[in-house]
């Protein structure tokens, strides 16, 4: 019986780490896709400014999970704050990110990512897929992209270059400007959506 018994929990081990590495290896194909997508047809494209934002906007909206990074950058606040400011603040989060990130990932221009594996997230359901960009002077930048898969779909919900965190960086942005204004989130939101109309 206690052999029976430890071969089903070998059995359940071993399937729980083939269904680990399938997930890794769906993680990294879907940044893959992701990366090859945002460089050819934004980034390398001979377009407009116009059309680049709408094409960022395309990608930013179907691969990134706006929604949760705008929950988790508000922390606390989202919890009190009311469903009508909820929603403006998404949106103009979503906006102001396609904008920035449309013009910051120039960068990236001519550039090309390399594949360094995945680590694990104590956060289930999420990893990271570990990349490095040549940037031309000195060591390659490190990228490191928190994919989340919420089992019907996978998306981006957090981008750390060279160790800083672009959602832990917003979240402590949000949260000392929130603190010091006299509206709090009304203000941010205003000041977000005056930085998106730039």
């Known amino acids: 019986m206690k052999k029976i018994l430890m071969y089903m929990i070998a059995a359940f081990l071993m399937m729980l780490g083939q269904a680990q590495a399938i997930d890794a290896n769906k993680a990294e194909s879907f940044v893959k896709s992701v ?10 494209s001979n377009v407009s400014r116009q059309e680049k934002d709408a094409r960022f906007e395309k990608l930013f ?4 999970d706006l929604d949760y990074i705008g929950r988790f ?32 990932f120039d960068e990236f221009k001519g550039k090309s990512f390399v594949f360094a594996g995945t680590t694990p997230s104590n956060s289930e359901g999420q990893l990271f897929v570990n990349t490095t960009v040549n940037m031309g002077e000195g060591e390659p930048a490190k990228v490191v992209w928190r994919v989340k898969d919420n089992g019907h779909s996978m998306k981006i919900v957090d981008i750390i270059i060279e160790n800083v965190s672009l959602a832990i960086t917003a979240r402590n942005e949000y949260t000392a400007y929130i603190k010091k204004s006299p509206n ?13 109309a730039k």
């Open 184 to 196: 709090g989130l009304n203000d941010l939101i205003a000041d977000l959506r005056a930085k998106a």
């Open 61 to 64: 909206n179907e691969y990134l």
């Open 35 to 44: 990366t090859k997508q945002g460089i050819e047809e934004i980034i390398n």
């Open 73 to 104: 950058v508000l922390g606390r606040y989202y919890k009190t704050a009311t469903p009508a400011q909820r929603k403006e603040f998404i949106d103009v989060y979503r906006a102001f990110n396609i904008k920035t990130w449309s013009q910051r």
